[in-house]
């Protein structure tokens, strides 16, 4: 069963909008929860990441929101770019190495 | 400053055929992590290795399926017996070797296998 549930699978935004993709987890003892972004034909890189004991990190246009209670975080993509279209996937840790991903949401934003 | 390699890139085999993929990690990581993706789903993990040991292999097929990593060379991801649900992206990613954590993973560009 998938872990890490990861919604939209897919979305649109013009240039200067804001991206939102929510994830949802089930294991309590995931203990540590980032994002990847990746571009047709290369593998995933690390975009920003959280741990469970905070709220919110920002780092420059992407933003993570935690909400440990709900069990789940999203990722916000402030002034979306051409060049921010990709595909993002959310993932969550347990024994902080065993990388459990979402299913991925491309995003595409139009100029 | 090379990256996590993988060779093949592509790779098509016939069922019952093997397949051997190869990741050659950063320089200096000695921890290696295997992938899979399936079409439409997100990574899934395989193995975990260090130089000569398997750490964790919780996420390997029980058959068909082996890894290595040895003291000198690549780290190979080997299928045996290839079936067409074996067609998938296959990433590897390496780590450094103070600690293994999923912070500090590179991911490879992957690995596509068709299996015909």
């Known amino acids: 069963q998938q872990q890490v549930k990861q919604s939209p699978q897919s979305l649109i935004v013009q240039k200067g909008g804001i991206s939102i993709i929510n994830c949802a987890y089930e294991?309590?003892?995931?203990?540590?929860f980032p994002w990847y972004q990746q571009f047709p034909g290369k593998g995933p890189a690390l975009l920003i990441a959280i741990r469970p004991d905070v709220s919110e990190k920002k780092e420059g246009r992407f933003t993570i929101s935690f909400n440990k209670s709900a069990k789940q975080f999203s990722l916000h993509i402030m002034d979306s770019q051409p060049g921010d279209s990709a595909t993002y996937f959310c993932?969550?840790?347990?024994?902080?190495?065993?990388?459990?991903f979402g299913a991925g949401t491309t995003v595409t934003v139009r100029a | 400053n090379a990256g996590v390699m993988q060779n093949p890139r592509h790779l098509v085999r016939r069922r019952g055929q093997e397949a051997r993929l190869r990741c050659s990690p950063m320089?200096?990581?000695?921890?290696v992590y295997w992938y899979r993706q399936l079409p439409e789903e997100g990574l899934k993990f395989m193995v975990y290795l260090q130089k000569e040991n398997i750490i964790d292999e919780s996420g390997m097929p029980k058959e068909r399926f082996s890894a290595e990593f040895p003291k000198e060379g690549p780290s190979i991801l080997r299928i045996q017996q290839v079936v067409r649900g074996d067609s998938a992206a296959y990433f590897c990613?390496?780590?450094?070797?103070?600690?293994?954590?999923?912070?500090?993973?590179?991911f490879g560009p992957g690995t596509r296998l068709t299996v015909l």
């Open positions: 320089k200096g990581h000695s921890h």
């Open positions: 294991n309590t003892a995931f203990d540590y």
């Open positions: 993932a969550a840790t347990l024994h902080d190495y065993k990388l459990s």
């Open positions: 990613a390496s780590s450094p070797p103070a600690r293994g954590g999923a912070d500090t993973q590179y």
